[in-house]
């Protein structure tokens, strides 16, 4: 089976796909089962992918760490920094090429992955580029004769597995901070989505960097990815996606007490209180739940509006979903939503729809395919929704809204954390007092005021409860990847 494959995209970029693993800068033949990637709007296959097994988890894990002791956390902080430079500035070059890639086997619009993926992965390899000589400790006298100084070292060899909403973008998430720290990767991208990841490591051949330092496996997650966290001399584990999944990479990870990142599912509410600019609330409610075909995590896929708003929040809502009921090919011009990733996952948002229906919810717009091929569905709105339903308890992963409202701050409180999730959170309001108090009570790792979906490569990433276990970027995914050692210095020769 040969390596790489010709493809010629449909906005006519041709470039040669890498289908194989690769393992200490070299292109290895997969031992395991080979897979199709799709393009979910088409349903055809774009090309075939080799497999890892658990063989080739140990060879990329013994290149790991070959590279991990003899070379990366031994050559200066810097150094590592400019590498991780040279990545940002090849991503910056390659960004129409590599958001095509992603568009291509995700379904996204090809003018989001440009324009917030690429962009977001470019600034994040920047950021940490930056960070890289800027991890320190500390100096700390605890007696006039004795000193104490705290290192911050490298955990070792860091597996990695990503999601297929954001392919590309949540490699950057993982792999920058996991090299700046002077750690060693071995990555396993979605087998939905594996091409951007795989031709990534083009960009590291480039870059230059040394030989086992970063090392990617294409593969079925319960062979591939079982393996990566089952292995004994794998340091930390960084997952990306559902919450049970993310409960059986925590099992598999206390096989060696690994230290662990899970960044899982939401069930994200938004509330509109009586005093908010419903205009503004109504746009950001939407792209709330609608951006990305409603396959975000943080998706606000909840909502609950004051009682007094409420009919006029569902008339502006509606009309402002018809607007953007742009539905297509994710390289043609003016669509606002793509594909869902796969025939599964179609076939599990349609029986979201039809519980909602079921348990009496209101349909006000969409709650059917669109189209006769590809893995498209309309945007989808259920109105006067209550707390025992289905599509208001569980995580849907798709363009589908569940809106109802409320009467008091402590009952719609109430109603935001009664949920086994806690990744996100929004609230609109002109009061400012309101604002942070019901931004405190809320039990979420990131609150937005009057906006939705804000990330920023500078500030914490992840949830409270069953959304998952630490924080990604910013200073806070710096400490995730690497440990806290303390030096006792005693000054004092007669003691």
């Not at 591939?224 to 598999?252: C, N, Q, W, Y």
């Not at 025939?343 to 348990?359: H, M, W």
């Not at 992963?397 to 109802?404: K, Q, R």
């Not at 409270?464 to 995730?480: C, M, V, W």
Request: proline share 4%; aromatic share 8%.
């Amino acid at each position: 089976m040969t390596s790489s494959v010709r493809i010629s995209l449909p906005n006519g970029i041709q470039y040669t796909q890498p289908t194989c693993l690769f393992i200490d800068n070299k292109w290895v033949p997969g031992d395991s089962d080979t897979f199709s990637v799709l393009n979910p709007a088409s349903e055809d296959e774009i090309v075939t992918i080799q497999g890892a097994s658990s063989t080739n988890v140990d060879q990329a894990v013994i290149a790991a760490r070959r590279a991990f002791e003899g070379v990366w956390s031994e050559i200066a902080a810097s150094e590592r920094g400019a590498f991780l430079y040279k990545i940002a500035e090849l991503i910056k070059r390659d960004r129409e090429l590599i958001a095509s890639i992603d568009a291509l086997d995700n379904g996204k619009p090809y003018t989001a992955a440009l324009n917030i993926d690429l962009d977001e992965a470019w600034n994040v390899f920047r950021y940490y580029a930056g960070a890289a000589d800027k991890i320190t400790g500390q100096t700390i006298e605890t007696s006039p004769a004795k000193l104490a100084y705290v290192m911050q070292e490298p955990l070792g060899v860091c597996g990695q597995i990503i999601p297929w909403n954001y392919p590309f973008m949540m490699l950057a998430w993982k792999v920058a901070p996991a090299l700046a720290c002077g750690n060693t990767v071995v990555l396993k991208p979605a087998e939905q989505t594996p091409l951007s990841a795989l031709y990534f490591c083009e960009l590291v051949l480039e870059a230059g960097l040394p030989a086992g330092v970063v090392n990617v496996l294409p593969g079925i997650g319960s062979i591939t990815g079982s393996a990566l966290a089952l292995h004994e001399d794998v340091d930390k584990i960084a997952f990306t996606g559902s919450t049970p999944t993310g409960r059986e990479i925590m099992k598999a990870a206390a096989s060696n007490l690994k230290n662990i990142t899970l960044e899982c599912g939401g069930k994200s509410p938004s509330v509109v209180f009586e005093d908010a600019d419903l205009e503004q609330a109504v746009k950001w409610c939407h792209s709330g739940i609608m951006d990305n075909q409603g396959q975000i995590c943080t998706s606000t896929s909840r909502i609950y509006v004051h009682e007094s708003v409420y009919d006029d929040f569902l008339t502006r809502f509606v009309d402002v979903t018809k607007k953007h009921d742009k539905i297509g090919d994710q390289f043609s011009e003016g669509i606002y939503q793509g594909a869902q990733i796969s025939d599964i996952q179609q076939q599990r948002i349609l029986s979201f729809i039809e519980a909602g229906k079921k348990d009496g919810a209101r349909l006000l717009y969409g709650g059917t395919r669109h189209g006769q091929k590809g893995y498209f569905i309309k945007p989808t709105i259920f109105a006067d929704t209550t707390e025992s339903m289905k599509i208001v308890r569980e995580e849907i992963f798709g363009p589908v809204v569940a809106i109802s409202k409320f009467s008091t701050q402590g009952e719609v409180i109430r109603k935001c954390n009664d949920s086994p999730y806690g990744l996100a959170a929004a609230l609109f309001t002109e009061n400012v007092r309101r604002a942070h108090i019901v931004a405190r009570k809320l039990q979420a790792g990131m609150v937005w005021i009057n906006s939705s979906g804000d990330s920023h490569y500078g500030i914490p990433f992840g949830g409270y409860k069953s959304s998952g276990i630490g924080r990604e970027l910013g200073q806070y995914a710096l400490d995730a990847y690497t440990q806290s050692k303390a030096v006792h210095v005693n000054l004092d020769s007669a003691s």
